[in-house]
């Protein structure tokens, strides 16, 4: 059974660019929720979706959106790329958003320079 | 709004000993616990998923419990191995929520 897949797994750009990372859960797992790590602020919720629906946003400004499609698959694109969106972005599968175990994908690492 | 605290943040210890890391959550509202592995650079390992109703839970050398009370849960490692090595990070999924609340991490370090 496949696990988590994000793409690409590394992506550097340049301020002000924007980017889109993309998230494949596991199979027969529709939800699909977005997680930013940095050393500092650790592990900080974006955002989740299921049945295509955002279900939940966390405090992120407008800049970072997403959304999810018909077979689950879930893109995040971050617009006006700045310095501080450098971090790894997690993306975690669940069957259902209620009381499901969360498993991880790898995570994008993104470098804004 | 929901707080997770892990203590200590790093700690080194040598092979074979047995530990225990810590891991406490500010509203007792939750669905449930769940622990996972990060090693550096890579995504998260699911270890083990502690549902509200549940006291504890255990896979192989790994036992984790929790006292929903009093906002705390602890992870067990049994003769600790240097593969063991790695940050151990709890995140609670409040009732309610949507959302996992993370706890910084505790830098595990098991010496040869």
């Known amino acids: 059974k496949a696990g988590v897949t994000q793409t690409p797994r590394y992506l550097i750009k340049t301020r002000g660019q924007q980017v889109t990372l993309s998230c494949s859960p596991i199979?027969?797992?529709?939800?699909v929720s977005w997680y930013q790590q940095t050393p500092g602020q650790g592990l900080q919720f974006l955002f989740e979706y299921f049945s295509e629906t955002q279900r939940n946003k966390g405090n992120f400004p407008g800049r970072f959106s997403g959304r999810q499609f018909s077979n689950s698959r879930s893109e995040m694109n971050v617009s006006t790329l700045e310095l501080g969106d450098s971090a790894l972005y997690l993306c975690a599968s669940r069957l259902d958003p209620e009381d499901t175990e969360a498993f991880f994908g790898q995570g994008t690492r993104l470098t804004v320079v | 709004k929901q707080e997770v605290t892990q203590i200590p943040a790093a700690l080194s210890v040598p092979e074979g000993e047995n530990l225990v890391l810590n891991c406490s959550f500010t509203?007792?509202?939750?669905?449930?616990l769940q622990w996972f592995r990060q090693d550096p650079g890579k995504g998260l390992t699911s270890l083990l998923l502690?549902?509200?109703?549940?006291r504890e839970q255990t896979s192989g050398r790994l036992n984790a419990s929790l006292d929903k009370s009093s906002g705390r849960s602890t992870l067990y490692i049994a003769a600790s191995q240097p593969g063991d090595s790695a940050t151990y990070l709890c995140?609670?999924?409040?009732?309610?929520?949507?959302?996992?609340?993370f706890g910084k991490g505790t830098k595990l370090s098991v010496i040869p």
């Open positions: 995140a609670v999924k409040g009732a309610g929520s949507y959302q996992l609340t």
């Open positions: 199979s027969g797992h529709r939800s």
């Open positions: 502690i549902q509200s109703s549940q």
């Open positions: 509203d007792s509202a939750i669905y449930n």
